[in-house]
């Protein structure tokens, strides 16, 4: 089913043809024909899917059909994790929108920003605000955005919300809105805490769940390579140069390691960089663009690179550090290979790494050959867990004894 047999506008489906957009994915021949009908959606795929122009296509369609007169108003609000997706959800809306005769104005609501600027923005008058939740409700603790005309509610990478503390902000975004509007709910994954969000913002939602896209990793070669902790640096240089990547995504624990990495590595002569939450925004759009444009061949890059980065030509993805969550190795690699070219994931483990990877393996369906690198072999033995040791019996505070503590505590202060 080509995009003009979705309902969308001819001027709509001139600009997905000039974008070379010619036939939707699963998730889009499902989601935009029920968005059309009006209907709450809470859809399940993996990233990489096309979930951003299963919602940005119809709502941009429904839009173009209403009357607009006099200052622009607030009709629809997408929220992000990241202010890089919000920005590239941004995008999609305008390019998509190119060829309207009346284009939809849109405002990215994200920190690092001026506030002051995104505040004149919204008073201008805006037809489609596409905001992180933090910057969001510094916005409307003001007082100075109004949300009462909003038709549509989206929740892009709903789940990944849950790490930046959404659940406990619902409740003042849900009080901000009218009750009578459309909820679009996208997510990876469907904890029981993300069920429990889906329930305060629609009732009666029809699901659409992609369990089984394959056709994602498919063309992405998973490796696995056993190696020593302190070897990894040694290993990803020895492997860039031997493999010849041309543009490496290497995912990190942490912000500090991301940016000594990306020091070594241009010591040795890489054009390498980091990014992370700490840098300013326009650090980190700067960052992004040299990557794109490949000013920069290797990324250090923390989790906030996992979803929502549009980079069609990451040759290598490397897993330097293990993701916490099966679910988030699946974002990881899902950098690579888009658009149906092939990709490479390299996951480094070392003997403390076996048993979480052995739980990546079993949560993602897979099982994966281990290699070892002729002068980096993993050497060594496992380091044997110790057993706490039992407790003594009478040593433990009882519940009283820290009641009583609290109490005493409290008339201390």
């Known amino acids: 089913m080509p ?22 994915t699963l998730i889009q021949k499902r ?11 809470m859809a399940k795929a ?10 940005v296509l119809p709502i941009l369609q429904m839009w173009t059909n209403k009357k607009h007169e006099g200052k622009p108003k607030i009709n629809c609000l997408v929220l992000t994790p990241t202010r890089e997706l919000a920005l590239q959800v941004s995008q999609a809306f305008i390019i998509f929108s ?10 990215s609501i994200i920190g690092g920003k001026s506030i002051g600027e995104q505040l004149l923005d919204i008073q201008k008058g805006c037809d489609i605000v596409v905001a992180t939740t933090g910057r969001l409700l510094d916005i409307l603790k003001k007082k100075q955005m109004n949300l009462s005309n909003l038709e549509f509610l989206v929740l892009d990478e709903a789940d990944k919300m849950l790490d930046f503390g959404f659940e406990e902000e619902l409740e003042l975004l849900l009080e901000s809105l009218p009750n009578k509007r459309q909820n679009l709910l996208f997510s990876a994954t469907y904890p029981n805490k993300m069920l429990n969000i889906a329930s305060k913002i629609t009732l009666n939602p029809i699901e659409v769940f992609i369990e089984n896209e ?8 998973q490796r696995v390579i056993e190696v020593n902790k302190e070897n990894r640096s040694a290993l990803l240089r020895y492997l860039i140069k031997e493999e010849n990547w041309n543009q490496i995504l290497v995912f990190m624990a942490n912000k500090r390691s991301c940016d000594n990495l990306a020091f070594k590595f241009r010591k040795y002569g890489f054009e390498a960089e980091s990014f992370h939450g700490d840098l300013i925004q326009d650090e980190r759009n700067n960052t992004l663009e040299d990557f794109k444009s490949k ?6 890059a923390t989790d906030i690179a996992a979803r929502g980065l549009h980079i069609d030509n990451i040759s290598c993805v490397v897993n330097y550090d293990l993701p916490r969550s099966p679910a988030d190795y699946i974002h990881r690699i899902g950098r690579t290979g888009r658009a149906g070219k092939s990709g490479i994931s390299i996951s480094f483990i070392s003997h403390e790494d076996k048993e979480l ?25 496992p380091i044997k867990k110790q057993k706490g040791s039992a407790p003594i019996k009478g040593k433990r505070k009882s519940k009283k004894d820290k009641l009583r503590e609290q109490q005493a505590l409290k008339k201390i202060r």
Request: charged share 30%.
């Open 295 to 300: 000013k920069i061949k290797v990324l250090f």
């Open 3 to 24: 995009f003009p047999n979705l309902g969308l506008s001819q001027k709509i489906n001139k600009a997905l043809d000039k974008n070379v957009y010619k036939n939707p």
């Open 46 to 55: 993996q990233t990489g899917s096309g979930k951003t122009a299963s919602f």
């Open 98 to 107: 190119k060829y309207l005769p009346k284009k939809p104005k849109i405002v």
């Open 214 to 221: 394959k056709t994602i990793v498919e063309t992405i070669n």
């Open 31 to 41: 989601v935009i024909p029920l968005v059309l009908e009006h209907k709450d959606i």
């Open 357 to 381: 990877f052995a739980l990546i393996e079993k949560r993602s369906d897979i099982n994966l050959k281990k290699e070892q690198i002729e002068g980096f072999e993993l050497i060594g033995t």
